[in-house]
């Protein structure tokens, strides 16, 4: 299976678009397809298919919990935890859940043995495949919680790894989330737009899929709404601009009924095939 | 009693920072021996400022928090270690001492 993982730093450039008519052009040419929705934190793939669930199964976060009558207050945990998540008082103990990574450390350090591990559920990931017969997946993390990076690494694992092809439709941003849903990826395709935002957030995408070493080519939304002086911008890029797609109120008309491109306006489909055959050429 | 305030600078002429743990400063008051000591925020992290910044008090043995509103994180951490914390903004450390010596002490 080879995966490509759509990125594009600035949000609502258009990487669900890309990846979910991308997905369907991939399944229509009889190639077998996954999309995996990995923005766990605004999950919204499913709404451009039509997601038939299958299983769905909880995300959890290991976090410790201290016995009061066991912990003789070293504050060794405190001291040590990277992302002072224990507060250890004389009289009191406070384990704040929002900024425990789960590592272990503080459970496996603790002398007096004090600490236990326990599940706290952060999400669920939901795996099943659309209407049209392609696999699909999505993960969903729990409002409040700060970290994605435990559902998509779960949803990665735990989805079928039988097709041809996975396409990965990642958050936006430039962070952990980002690098989860990128790592592991054959390739990536950074969807920008050309304004100013989209240009420096295309700077920050890049450098992530560089630093990780995987190949990667840019795509431009919304071609000509911007001005053409950051088209240039982009084009000075050290990245190939494999296909633009124009601003056409059309698409975000077809976009904002959650219908596909590549199904309801035919003319923009050589767009598509452009990426796919460049796909093709071996940079996925 | 010791009382932290958070500030801009490292003299209680400074005033008291916008943010309560990524204050550039942290400046406690001992009401026994009358004095400031001044002390350079010595966290640079991403996460998980605020139960430092309370852990640090804590350490140095301060009952009171004067500054910015906490986040929910310092603010549970301050609870957590019983440091009491009262809002101060837009004056001096001097002057956000003075305050809340006048109406608590």
Redesign the interface.
Known sequence: MRSLTVVSGKGGTGKTLFSTNLAWLFHQKGVATQLLDVDAEEPNASLFVQFIPIRTQPVEKLIPHIDESLCDRCGLC?KE?????I?I?P????V?A??CHGCGLCARLCPQKAITELPKTIGNIRLGKTQEGFSFGEGILNIGEPSAVPVIRQLKNLAPKDAQIRILDAPPGASCSVVESLSGSDSALLVTEPTPFGLHDLRAAIAVVSEMKIPFKVVINRFDAGSSEYVEKIRHLDAEVIATLPFDRKIASVYAEGKLVVKELPKYLPVFERIIEAIGRGFA | MKVLVTAEGDTAQASVCGRLARAPYFLIYDTQTEQWTSYANPYQ?E??????F??FA?QKGVQVVLGAAPG??AK??L????IKFALATGVTAQEALSQYLATHA
């Open positions: 405190m935890c990277q992302f002072s998540a507060t008082a009289k009191k103990t406070a704040l929002p900024l | 992290q996460h998980g400022m605020g139960s430092r309370a852990q804590a929910p994180n549970a951490a609870d957590t270690l019983g």
